[in-house]
């Protein structure tokens, strides 16, 4: 790993699902759609003053999303918030 930088990219787990679970709502109202399927399908972190999350989102069929998330400390209580995120992906495009 980098000094700084973002993890290899990591398979779907559990926590990271929770995370993605945690903004479904604010990213529905951003992009104006409902999604049946919100899933993980990889991801990178980056440690910073928190954790930031590269998520790459499976919303069904041929169709994914990249997902920039960051999760303050612990500490602060505060729930992850959307950085940026990029529609229209594909399961090989890498992420960015």
Do not use: R, W
Not at 20 to 36: A, N, P, Q, R, V
Not at 67 to 75: A, G, H
């Amino acid at each position: 790993m980098n000094c700084g930088g973002f993890t290899p990219i990591n398979e779907s787990n559990e926590k990271v699902q929770l995370v993605l679970d945690s903004i479904k709502t604010t990213f529905e109202t951003e992009t104006g759609t409902t999604y049946d399927i919100f899933s993980v399908h990889s991801y990178k972190t980056q440690v910073v003053s928190g954790t930031n999350y590269l998520i790459k989102v499976h919303l069904g069929s041929d169709t994914y999303a990249h997902l920039k998330i960051y999760q303050s400390l612990p500490y602060k209580n505060k729930i992850p918030v959307i950085s940026s995120y990029k529609l229209n992906q594909n399961k090989d495009d890498d992420i960015c």
